[in-house]
């Protein structure tokens, strides 16, 4: 493939120029562009390793990691089957959670159990197999009593799975104030097509880094480096709502997850469509949410927000993590999809470790696994 955009010729003179040219406080080790949950635990882990990073976001507001609820939870499907390396990719997510936690004076990370109201006798039972001996079964419990029986319409009775929830907007506001008070932050659009490519590196409007990584959400498509990774972005919308008197620490699961925010006050969602035309609040979407909590709540709601975004899926549901094999100074860190506060920190540490250590990366999660459509 030709490169996506012109290149700066380099020569060692060339180099050995720029590099006199760009004075100390200047040049960086890595260029970061995105500080959604992706940038953020990427930009963190590299900083934590004593690398120098520059963050480039535009504070967009309506971006996944803005809209999500910061759910992690080890089971999905019907059969209730562990998460993708769940067993792997959680503890490294709690240690990176808890240490940020610690870094930055907050409290972002709340283990909880996710209360799972069933929907159907066959899926009490598929509960019960599955807690009896699946993969899943460490993290899921019958209950020993009922819970939430004045608030919740539950005819088969639920089950508890032992979750987490990453309150992303106490998270993504704080690391972004220490970045900031070391100048470590531009709140700004990056733009691509400034950026020139050199023997040892990059630069970028008077700046110097090794290498430039992309952390850009839904913006990753339209990247020249990267049209060639295969994308399925799908939306996502989800409401706000209030139930007075119903006050609880757990995570509600049924056709609708509701997940405690302050009070009785809960994030409501989501939907799911592959097929949109823009990434703005539908009332289609709103009139099945609704439709979804009065299946769920014995209690009147009301509506308070309704906010929607587009999940960064990949079509094999694996993040997209690493180096362009043809311009090396050019990386991606993307992909998360709907699990990205369970996946972000783990791959954020591979990527860290192949960056750092040259330590080889899962393949799933390794772009190499699209060499042949990015060259
Ligand atoms: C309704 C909904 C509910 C969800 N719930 C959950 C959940 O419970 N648990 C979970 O784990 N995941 C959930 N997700 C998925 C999760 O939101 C994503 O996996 C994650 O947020 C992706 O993060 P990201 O940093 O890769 O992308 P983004 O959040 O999109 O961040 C990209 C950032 O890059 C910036 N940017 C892009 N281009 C540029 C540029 N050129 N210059 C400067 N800045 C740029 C954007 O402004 C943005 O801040 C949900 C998603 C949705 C939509």
Redesign the pocket.
């Known amino acids: 493939m030709a490169s996506p955009l012109p290149l700066v010729a380099g020569t060692f003179c060339f180099g050995a120029y720029i590099t006199f040219a760009f004075p100390m406080a200047n040049r960086y080790d890595y260029i970061i562009?995105?500080?959604?949950?992706?940038?953020?635990?990427l930009s963190w882990e590299l900083h934590q390793a004593g690398q120098r990073v520059l963050v480039?976001?535009?504070?967009?507001p309506h971006?996944?990691?803005?809209?999500?609820?910061?759910?992690?939870?080890p089971v999905s499907g019907r059969r209730f089957e562990l998460a993708w390396l769940y067993d792997t990719i959680f503890p490294e997510a709690q240690g990176t959670y808890r240490a940020l936690e610690a870094a930055l004076g907050i409290a972002c990370f709340h283990p909880r159990d996710i209360w799972s109201v069933w929907p159907s006798a066959q899926m009490r039972d598929a509960f019960g197999e599955a807690a009896g001996n699946g993969q899943a079964a460490p993290y899921m419990e019958q209950p020993s009593s009922a819970r939430h029986g004045n608030e919740l319409l539950q005819p088969f009775g639920a089950g508890i799975v032992k979750g987490a929830?990453?309150q992303?907007g106490a998270l993504?506001p704080a690391w972004r104030a220490a970045l900031q008070s070391r100048e470590q932050l531009?709140e700004?659009?990056?733009?691509?097509r400034a950026l020139e490519l050199l023997p040892d590196g990059v630069a970028y409007k008077g700046l110097q880094a090794k290498a430039v990584i992309?952390?850009?959400?839904?913006?990753?498509p339209a990247?020249p480096y990267f049209g060639g990774l295969k994308f399925l972005p799908?939306?996502?919308?989800?409401l706000v709502v209030e139930v007075p008197g119903f006050e609880t620490p757990d995570i509600i699961k049924k056709s609708i997850?509701l997940?405690p925010l302050e009070g009785c006050t809960y994030?409501a969602?989501?939907?799911f469509s592959w097929d949109y035309p823009d990434a703005a609040p539908t009332e289609t979407a709103r009139a099945s949410l609704e439709s979804s909590l009065l299946e769920l709540l014995k209690v009147p709601f009301s509506v308070k927000g309704h906010?929607?975004?587009?999940?960064?899926?990949g079509m094999d549901r694996r993040p997209f993590v690493g180096m362009h094999p043809k311009y090396p100074q050019v990386g991606i860190?993307?992909?998360?999809?709907?699990?990205?506060?369970?996946?972000?920190p783990w791959a954020a540490a591979q990527f860290r470790r192949q960056l750092l250590e040259g330590a080889p990366m899962r393949p799933e999660i390794d772009i190499k696994r699209y060499f042949n459509a990015l060259r």
Do not use: H
């Open positions: 562009v995105g500080q959604g949950i992706s940038g953020t635990l480039y976001d535009d504070a967009r971006t996944a990691s803005r809209t999500a609820a910061g759910i992690i939870n929830n990453v992303l993504l531009r700004e659009r990056f733009d691509v992309f952390c850009e959400g839904v913006e990753s990247n799908n939306k996502g919308e989800a997850t997940v994030w969602g989501a939907s906010i929607a975004a587009v999940r960064p899926s860190f993307n992909g998360m999809g709907s699990k990205g506060c369970s996946l972000a």
